[in-house]
């Protein structure tokens, strides 16, 4: 048995190598999350793919349709990205929240998805933004809504071969925004108790007429709240629009007790969390929409 | 046991897995009350308690009873026009220092053995190694590497006795280093336990009596810090009527080790809950009532000492003086306040000076430098001989290189070592001033030292010109050969440390986070040899003991086994945790030491936690008797509250 | 190879992989463990050792180090994947002449530290921090530099060197 290194400079290629091996290939993206594992032996691969050298896989490119990010950019490249900051800023703090400023010098969104935890703090952000990824494997391409990606703790859709080559978003509508919070312990340096990402489109009367809502950490993967969507539509927000929500995302919430967290802890703080998203998401919203005002 | 050594640790992990290795699971006990339950798995059968009468016949996981007692306490709570009682519990956490263990060592052939080691005595190394291995003292040198942090971890040894076993059979120098998680689950961090606390006291604060019931973790083995926590818990106050217990308990958790200021810290946010609550059932403001009790010159304590020279009642005073104290607070928000008492001690040290041919000076002392303590001993020698520190230059010696020297810890370097440095200092400079009167050919008597210079005792000595330092030493062949002292002290009269903090805290009402908004850490410092490092030691201290009353513990699983063995989950306080904290020094010097020194180091973690657990109570009106006051437990019990 | 004679054990002992590593304004070319981490390969490969090993799972930051400027952990990183890269270190901040970089500088006249082990990585992290401008505020401060765990807690001392080094910085600008 012996480990080997690949860095494939080309799609092909990639999936050449995953498909041909005999043993396990892992692919080394950021590799915040591989390296751990390869040092504890959780994991001992064949191969180590190094995706990096991809053409397509770094960087993020803002075009007439919105947004493709590269699935192996790190987090510190989208937090300096100012089109993306403005148009999805939920993206943009999740990626800003993952590990230290260290980590997110290499931690990618890709690495962030497949490692499949359900505190994975980009996910809810990527739903709520609609985003999709573009899958490449031995049957070609396909296009996959971030939400069908992960599949349980530690498990993807992804068939043999395949991998995330980049994430689309759709250019957002006018007067839309997001945003992303979670609860840790600390104020930095942690993992999410309970993840909340809102996305909401206004009229111009201020009232809610489009909206996403997911929650981290608290089900065995990212949920896609569409009862917390639904309680806020239509709504400017108010009290009864909050409380609506906020019981919605209670009742999705399939947590498990353990050492970061209790079950009715993750329950009450997954509804407060949606709401003050959502408040941030809407302020962000009419922000935007006077910021655009002739 | 198994150990293995190999040419590279992926030779090493791989070896290690061919061993096979049958365990019998056997049943277990984590909670140190559910030891001490009758028909709770006991973990040694030849463990029976000590301090009982009549004399234990049935092994028991109490290893150990102590029993401190003053006065007559139902005599005094039958005084006490108001009492209030409470349980607290605490949890096991580590010093977390962010070096992990390491050593090399070489045993040779001929039996002579080097150990490098990073510990907080290579005294202590060398003894445990000679016992383990069965040799001599004289035939191991162990090296003081720098330390990366120790608070009291590396007081022990872990790595160097079976890197010496390995060496011994393979003939080869030996290097072992832990990884993080191995630090966590095999070295020891500091007891959980818990406290019954009762306080008794009339209308005007006078406190009538006080009891407390601690029971500590030891770990798997016998060994937990009771008795400093028993000793230190009320040592802030003038009682008559006293009784304090202690029990040791041993569970299935790792052997404990010393934390800055042993046991203080965990009896002491009992107590000191426990006197918020008395404040409040009385109405007095918490300084008012610590300065109507506080113990003085004089005062007696339950552990039998009786106080001189301490500035406990100063704190108080500086707290209630300061603008922190009485600065407006939002909603939310809360302030605490707390105190907390450190025996600090002397004991054995050596520290030798030598004056070079050049003219500047190398000090040796044998004591590891875990937070700077070298800068304070190269001062103190430098004021003694009147030179300019820069001129001074500290090395920790082996303990080949020099005499022996108690481990760092005890807040004991500035004040014991500091005390042989000083001596010898004052012993060379008495040569020195005997090598000018040889050179001038005068009496000694007539010599004086003066900045760094030997000067004419008075005209009637001559019309010499200084003679500083440097030209002495030129000299020092012909004057009767190198000038240096080598002295040892087993120093006595360590002044103890009392500190008293402010705490202001938010509490967001809905996730139950706190947030830690200002800070003030008051504390009698004695007289501060180096004030920013004593203010570094003030400000680390109240840091961690913040990390302890909000998120440090050691969390098990239903299996018994260790969750969190790692900083992600094992939550030391970040950056951005922390607010300014604002260290004030009192100097009520102690007339035992020749620059009035007392230890430092350790009485800024024995108030946080009270003092965090008071400023939550005010914020939310809730006395939060578990540690750590992790946020959901501050949501369950508001969630409580509210019904 | 290991001068023993004892049976090879089943170890996945990967074929070296050649790789050259440009670290502090030099090439060192070396054959490693594909697994071989930056952290390894500076430490115990190239005698580096001011970077520190804390924790080796990207939660202390005490083997902070520069890639092309930017700050990465390098126990997080292989060193294989670092090629063709400006590593940077410790040993690499002085100048030549051995003069400290200001935030060295202002970690001393601070005393910015205690034991000091995880100082080399609060000081590489500090110069990115002060690079990277996220030093309007000491909040700012703080929340950029969180990736490092001081448990001697010279946090506040720390916060004033990197304040200082920045404030020097704008003005010199």
Known sequence: MSLSYASPTTVNEAVALLTGATGLTKILSGGTDLLVQLRSGRVKPDIIMDTKKIPGILGIIETEAGFVIGAATPGAVIGEHAGLAAAYPGIVEAANLIGSTQVQGRASLAGNLCNASPAADSVPAMITAGAIAIVVGPNGQRAVPVEQIVIGPGRTSLARGEFILEFKLPKPAARSSGAYLRFIPRTEMDIAVVGAAVNVTLDAAGVITHARVSLGAVAPTQLLVVDGANAIIGSKLDDAALAKLDAAARAVCNPIDDKRGTIDFRIKVAGVLARRAAAIAVQRALGQAAGTKH | ?643 | MPDTNFEQPQTPAATPLAMTLHVNGRDHLMALDPRTTLLDALREHLGLTGTKVGCNHGTCGACTVHIDGRRHLACLVLAAAAQRRNIGTIEGLAGPDGALHPMQAAFVAHDALQCGYCTPGQIMSAVACVAEGHTGSDAEIREYMSGNLCRCGAYPNIVAAVREVAANAQQRS
């Open chain 2, 1 to 643: 046991m198994a150990a293995v050594a190999a040419t590279s640790s992926a030779i090493a992990d791989a070896a290690l897995e061919l061993i096979e290795v049958k365990y019998e699971i056997l049943p277990f006990v984590i909670d140190v009350e559910d030891a001490m339950l009758p028909g709770a798995p006991i973990l040694h059968d030849d463990l029976f308690t000590a301090g009982v009468e009549p004399k234990a016949t049935t092994a028991s996981n109490i290893a150990k009873r102590v029993a401190f007692k003053l006065g007559d306490v139902d005599a005094g709570f039958a005084e006490a026009d108001v009492v209030v009682e409470g349980y607290y519990t605490t949890q096991a956490v580590h010093q977390a220092y962010i070096e992990p263990h390491a050593c090399v060592v070489t045993v040779g052939s001929d039996g002579q053995s080097l150990i490098y080691s990073s510990s907080q005595g290579h005294f202590m190394v060398r003894a445990y190694c000679a016992k383990l291995l069965g040799m001599e003292l004289s035939d191991i040198r162990a090296m003081p590497s720098e330390i990366g942090g120790g608070f009291g971890g590396k007081t022990v040894v872990y790595l160097e006795p079976i890197a010496m076993a390995l060496s011994k059979q393979t003939g080869r120098p030996v290097k072992m280093v832990m990884t993080r998680e191995d630090v966590f689950r095999s070295t020891g961090p500091t007891s959980g336990g818990t406290i019954a606390v009762k306080l008794g006291a009339k209308k005007d604060g006078t406190i009538t009596a006080a009891t407390a019931v601690l029971k500590f973790q030891a770990g798997a083995f016998p060994g937990s810090p009771v008795q400093p926590g028993c000793m230190t818990c009320f040592a802030m106050y003038d009682l008559k009527n006293v009784t304090i217990t202690g029990y040791d308990v041993v569970s299935n958790r790792p052997k404990v080790a010393a934390y800055r200021a042993p046991g203080a810290p965990i009896s002491t946010f009992a107590t000191e809950s426990a006197m918020d609550e008395l404040a409040l059932k009385l109405g007095m403001d918490p300084i008012a009532l610590r300065e109507k009790n506080a113990a003085k010159d004089g005062t007696k304590t339950a552990y039998g000492v009786t106080f001189q020279n301490i500035g406990y009642t100063q704190t108080l005073e500086a707290a209630k003086n300061h603008p922190h104290y009485t600065a407006p607070l939002g909603p939310n928000q809360g302030r605490g306040v707390a105190s907390g008492f450190w025996f600090n001690i002397g004991g054995e040290s050596t520290g030798a000076v030598h004056v070079n041919e050049d003219g500047s000076v190398s000090i040796v002392t044998g004591s590891p430098d875990i937070g700077g303590s070298r800068a304070s001993m190269a001062m103190m020698a430098a004021e003694v001989l009147g030179i300019p520190v820069e001129k001074v230059r500290p090395v920790i010696g082996d303990t080949a290189t020099i005499g022996f020297t108690h481990l760092t810890g005890g807040s004991r370097v500035t004040f014991a070592t500091g005390m042989a440095v000083t001596q010898a200092a004052e012993r060379v400079r008495d040569d020195l001033k005997k090598r000018a009167a040889m050179i001038w050919e005068i009496p000694v008597e007539a010599v004086d030292w003066k900045d760094g210079e030997a000067v004419p005792a008075g005209a009637n000595a001559g019309g010499f010109d200084p003679m500083p330092l440097a030209a002495i030493a030129l000299k020092a062949a012909k004057t009767g050969g190198p000038i240096i002292a080598e002295v040892s002290v087993n120093a006595q009269g360590a002044g103890p440390g009392f500190a008293t903090h402010i705490c202001d805290v938010e509490v967001d009402p809905e996730t139950g986070h706190t947030t830690v908004l200002r800070y003030t850490a008051i504390q009698d410092v004695g007289r501060a040899i180096h004030p920013s490092y004593v203010e570094g030691q003030i400000q680390g201290g109240a840091a961690q003991g913040i990390g302890w009353a909000l998120n440090e513990e050691y969390i098990y699983d239903k299996q018994g086994k260790l969750d969190n063995a790692g900083f992600l989950d094992y939550r030391v306080p970040v950056a951005s945790d922390m607010p300014m904290i604002e260290a004030v020094m009192i100097e009520v010097p102690n007339p035992r030491h020749p620059f009035g020194a007392k230890g430092v180091g350790e009485v800024p973690i024995v108030p946080p936690m009270a003092a965090v657990a008071n400023a939550i109570r005010g914020a939310i009106g809730i006395r939060m008797p578990h540690l750590p006051m992790s946020p959901p437990k501050l949501r369950a019990a508001m969630d409580a509250k509210a019904g």
